[in-house]
Nanobody, 114 residues
Framework: VQLVESGGGLVQVGGSLRLSCAAS????????MGWYRQAPGKQRELVAGITSDGGNTNYVDSVKGRFTISRDNAKNTMYLQMNSLKPEDTAVYYC????????WGQGTQVTVSS
């Protein structure tokens, strides 16, 4: 399974970005998926997760009400809609997928400027 993120960039405080994660390869192995992020000098943290059918989602408290995770299994793509962005959201965002092991994308930088 290969994962490729896109959609990161530079945005002002209060702005929005939509991240995408395109999966390829043995996608039939994929169950749950999620987004992690890692800010400079900080540990990587789970931002949001979604079950295989998209029926259940979970979020870290700091993004609840601002971020929305979703997936389109027909397109083998997962999304993270990020609204009301704050400087503390600045990080490299990683896509993950759980199959017979955990797969990681290469990451996409999100920078929120004040």
């Amino acid at each position: 399974v290969q994962l490729v993120e896109s959609g990161g960039g530079l945005v002002q405080v209060g702005g929005s970005l939509r991240l995408s994660c395109a999966a390829s390869g043995s996608t039939f192995r994929i169950n749950a998926m999620g987004w992690y992020r890692q800010a400079p000098g900080k540990q990587r943290e789970l931002v949001a997760g979604i079950t295989s059918d998209g029926g259940n989602t979970n979020y870290v408290d700091s993004v609840k009400g601002r971020f929305t995770i979703s997936r389109d299994n027909a397109k083998n793509t997962m999304y993270l809609q990020m609204n009301s962005l704050k400087p503390e959201d600045t990080a490299v965002y990683y896509c993950t997928a759980v199959g017979h092991r955990k797969y990681w994308g290469q990451g996409t930088q999100v920078t929120v400027s004040s």
